[in-house]
Structures are given as C-alpha cells and as structure tokens.
C-alpha cells in the first residue's frame, strides 16, 4: 500500500475535491453544468453516474485519465512486499522508468515460475501503465491467496482497492478496504481510505465513523481531519467541519485540500472575503495541484455569480 500512497492519495484527491467545491457557491443553481462537470470535492456529493461507471464518465476533460497513474516509486520505497531477492528488486525498479518492459519481465518471470512476487510486479506495472481495471482483480486476487502475513495482505487489498478507484468502480473500492481492514483493523490509512470510498458513495454517516476511528489512532494525520470536515458538513455539521478544518490547519496550515475546505465553509456562512483568501492561497501553495484547480473554479464562478442570477 505505501508503495503507491504518496502518489496516489493526490489522485484520489482529484476524484475527491469537486463537486462540493461548485456546489457550495451562493449560485448553485445557475452553474449546474459546471457541477455536473466536476469529478468530485472532498467527501462529495453522490455521483450522478451509475457507480460503477468511470468518475470522468461526465466529464473526461476534467477527472484524472487512467494514464495518469504515477509510476511506482523504487524498490527502496516502503511498501508491502511479497518476496525478496534481486529478480524482484530490478522488476520493481523498471516500473519507474519502462513499465511496459516491467510487465513483459514480469509475465516471463511468471511463466518460469515466479510466484507471487511476479505477479505482484505485473499487477503494478499494469497501474503504471494506465490500466488499473486489470490491475486491481490482480491485486485482489493476490491478496486473498498470498500467504504472506495479515499486514502485507491488508497492503495489498490496499493497492487494489486504490486501483479500482482509478478505475472508477467505488463500489469494489470500499469493498477491497473492507477485506483490508478485516486484515489489520486498527490502521489508520486503511481507516481513510474506506472513508474516502465511502463519502464518494454518499455514505457520509459511515465515512465519519471510520474517520473518527482513523483520528483516534493517528490524531496527526491532516488528511483525515480535512476529510472529517467535509463529512460533517454534508451531515449538516458546519460548526464541527469549521473545527475539524481548522485542526487539519494547524497540523498543516498550508494543506492545499484543507485551504479548500475551510474556503467552502467560510462561503457557506458568507464570508467570501475569507473564502476568496483562502482559495488564493491553495493557487499560491500548490498552483499546479488539483485543489489549486478547484480553487480557480471557485473564484471564477463566485465572480460570475451575481451576474448570472
């Protein structure tokens, strides 16, 4: 699972960080069209797709292509391991650089005999090629039959249930970090990855109580704060979301997701000064991120709002 975190979680973070964003301005209705355009806002609004259709489905222009999957890190990289040994190593280490040769090793390196360690490196070079659609039933697959232990299995159904986000099936993510957690159910990633599949269902309630319990084991992790708030506000909590943002804050004041956050909830109670401050700020920060997107949308459309009404 870490062998792919630091990457992915921004991924994820696209699907995430839209929808709410457009639909907390004042003019929600007169910009429906770029709502339904979004591909999703931090623990966001149910989708208007089926759920098993790709999160870009109403808009490729805008969610994240599947040939956007980051290429895996090096083998040096945290991450659960299925073996040891150089074969495994060099494999692992062409995912960066020649994916599609990494899957070719991979599939010859099953062939002869490889094992789970092969097919581990074939399922991820098939992520690091853009298709995580076959990617993730690998992943899964892996992981119920590896025998490797419980914390390296739950790392795996990890991998596969962030893969299938990708691909746009949530519903087969929340299940994937169900098996997960089954397997280590105090971890707090795990914890937040359900919670994020969760509030993508619309399953806000669930993705609290997860969140709540992620909190309880790791209280320094500033993504499942800033996911905390954005639950409580669709629960209709908006005095607890303000407090929960405002500890993602302090954790890490210039959090990108969290500036966003925090500017939805200040439009929320009218206060655009405070929301237009904190929507630049994401620009400035992380001018080339998603949420920096997300936060140029917000200001353009609280801009055109009074004119469109």
């Known amino acids: 699972m870490r062998l792919l975190r630091p990457t992915l979680a921004a991924a994820c973070a696209t699907l995430l960080l839209a929808a ?35 999160p870009s489905a109403t808009s490729p222009s805008r969610a994240p292509s599947p040939g956007a999957v980051p290429a895996a890190p090096s083998p040096e990289a945290e991450g659960p391991r299925l073996a040891e040994g150089p074969d495994y190593d060099a494999c692992l280490a062409r995912l960066r650089t020649d994916p599609e040769g990494a899957v070719a090793r991979a599939s010859r390196w099953e062939e002869e005999g490889g094992g789970e360690a092969a097919r581990h490196c ?12 076959r ?25 596969a249930a962030q893969a299938w986000m990708l691909a746009g099936d ?26 994020v599949a969760a509030g ?43 407090t929960a943002v405002q500890t993602a804050l302090k954790l890490d004041p210039d959090n990108p997701e969290g500036l966003l956050e925090r500017g939805i909830l200040s439009q929320l109670k009218g206060d655009t000064a405070g929301a237009r401050r904190d929507w630049q700020r994401v620009i400035a920060v992380a001018p080339t991120s998603a949420a920096a997107e997300l936060a140029q949308q917000n200001l353009a459309l609280n801009e055109a709002g009074p004119r469109r009404r």
């Open 20 to 54: 709410l964003a457009a639909a907390s301005l004042p003019h929600r209705d007169s910009v429906a069209a770029e709502r339904r355009a979004a591909p999703g806002a931090a623990l966001p609004l149910p989708p208007e797709a089926p759920p098993g259709a790709p």
């Open 122 to 133: 074939l399922a991820l070079g098939l992520l690091a090629l853009g298709e995580p659609e």
């Open 200 to 242: 993508m269902l619309g399953r806000y309630g669930e993705a609290l109580q997860d969140l709540d319990h992620a909190i309880r084991r790791d209280g320094g992790r500033a993504d499942a704060w800033v996911f905390r708030a954005a639950a409580l506000r669709q629960l209709d909590r908006a005095a607890e979301a303000l």
């Open 135 to 159: 990617a993730a039933p690998r992943l899964e697959r892996l992981a119920a039959g590896s025998g490797a232990p419980a914390a390296v299995r739950a790392a795996v159904y990890a991998q």
């Open 170 to 195: 949530v519903n087969r993510a929340y299940g994937a970090s169900t098996l997960a957690l089954s397997l280590s159910p105090e971890d707090a990633a795990l914890l937040v990855d359900r919670a």
